[in-house]
């Protein structure tokens, strides 16, 4: 089983071991798919599992040929995102009724408490995003959102 066909779910257990500290400035070199959430799979990152963080984390994201992080909410939290590889469209809003698309090079911000589910436009090839959010736990303030619900 290759790389690209690791299935990757719930947090791993030592993050610092993926992180150098140079007394003060935390570094991570190499991101590899070490752990996954929601059909997304993240390399190890940087955040309050890591470094002395208190309101950032910053990780890369990898989403399967034809994956989808299933809707969802930010709770009290900014994202942004820059899209290194592949194409995304977000349903959004109320309901999930809203759609835009982004492709490679695109960058793009998620109000904290927007409804959304984030769908790879490609069957074959894998989308890779750097996520920033204001929140050094990453995903712990995410929860599910019904799309039928609205």
Same mark, same amino acid.
């Given at each position: %089983? $290759?790389?690209?066909?690791?299935? @990757? ?5 030592? @993050?610092? /071991? ?5 007394? $003060? ?11 996954? &959430?929601? =059909?997304?799979?993240?390399?190890? +990152?940087? #955040? +309050? ?8 984390? %910053?990780? /890369? ?5 034809? $994956?989808?992080? /299933? ?8 994202? %942004?995102?820059?899209l290194l590889k592949g194409s995304v469209r977000h349903e959004f809003g109320p309901g999930c009724h809203n759609s835009v698309t982004h492709s490679a090079g695109d960058m793009f911000y998620i109000e904290? $408490? ?5 769908? =790879?436009? #490609?069957?074959?090839? &894998?989308?890779?995003?750097?996520? #920033? ?5 990453? &995903? ?8 039928? #619900?609205?």
């Amino acid at each position: %089983m $290759g790389e690209d066909e690791l299935i @990757l779910e719930g947090e791993q257990s030592d @993050l610092s /071991k993926y992180v150098e500290d140079a007394g $003060g400035i935390h570094g991570l070199r190499e991101v590899h798919k070490v752990r996954g &959430w929601n =059909n997304i799979q993240y390399g190890a +990152g940087l #955040s +309050g599992k890591n470094t002395p963080a208190t309101k950032l984390s %910053m990780n /890369k994201a990898f989403i399967p040929p034809g $994956g989808i992080a /299933k809707a969802h909410i930010h709770v009290d939290f900014d994202v %942004m995102v820059f899209l290194l590889k592949g194409s995304v469209r977000h349903e959004f809003g109320p309901g999930c009724h809203n759609s835009v698309t982004h492709s490679a090079g695109d960058m793009f911000y998620i109000e904290p $408490g927007l409804p959304h589910e984030v769908f =790879n436009c #490609s069957d074959t090839d &894998w989308v890779e995003a750097i996520v #920033s959010r204001s929140d050094a736990s990453e &995903w712990q303030n995410i929860i599910p959102y019904d799309r039928s #619900s609205e």
